[in-house]
């Protein structure tokens, strides 16, 4: 049982400390945890995550040019000049494998830097649900859950992750003396648990996808426990 398991509603909503020596399972349904999610299950070497495209070239020039890929999106599109955006349909094995990702994203990678101080931060995501909670439920740290959000506000898609995690967790009952964020999360989850995807369809951040072409990545995103892996960050980078 995670008893005190506080659950954030953004990627800026917590304080450093606030994640200081605890577990925390960083989500971003969609994309940014689900296409981490996917490269590395087809073989890419790590992912490194960054707040900012100042951030992404300092890290390329310290790696050989042939031994990575700069990743990442704004607004939901590619950055020009990158080799890859933030759909997970474009980090397949052929490409990715062996490679070192820098990625950048609208807000999942900023909130998985703000984490850096966390004893360890792991990647949650519908895509591997059960493994994400069975990690955790084997971890006697105290733990948080960061919701990615949009742009310093709530996502429907991510808190409903996290309440599914938390009802993986507690069972059928949340305590009574839970964080309210935790509790917010399990209700969601409670009401929405026989229609994930079409609840996800109906977010604010499916409908920015859906404009831009991208409506097949919600439903792979919705996907559960389609690859059962564990991203954590290991100085700096994501590994499984
Ligand atoms: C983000 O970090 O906000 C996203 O993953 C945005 C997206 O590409 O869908």
Known sequence: MKEKTDVYISGSSFTEDEVKNKTVIVIDVLRAGSSILTALNNGAKGIIPVSDMAEA???????????????????????????????????????V????????????????????????????????????????????????IICSGWRQRLSLEDMLCAGAILHRLNGKKIPADAPDGAKVAYSLYEKYASSILST?????????LVSLGFEKDIDYCCEIDRIPIIPELKDGMLKI
């Not at 950048?104 to 830097?113: E, M, P, V, W």
């Not at 996800?200 to 920015?208: I, L």
């Open 57 to 95: 070239s300092e890290m390329a020039q310290n790696l050989d040019s042939a031994s990575y890929l700069l990743c990442g999106e704004k607004n939901g599109i590619k950055i020009d000049g990158y080799h890859l955006g933030n759909s997970p349909f474009e980090y397949e094995e052929k490409t």
């Open 97 to 144: 494998k062996a490679k070192t990702l820098i990625l950048k994203t609208t807000n999942g990678t900023k909130a998985i830097d703000r984490c850096s101080g966390a004893e360890r931060v792991l990647i949650g995501s519908f895509l591997n649900l059960s493994k994400v909670a069975e990690e955790v439920s084997n971890d006697d740290n105290e733990m948080v």
């Open 200 to 208: 996800v369809r109906r977010s604010n951040h499916a409908a920015r």
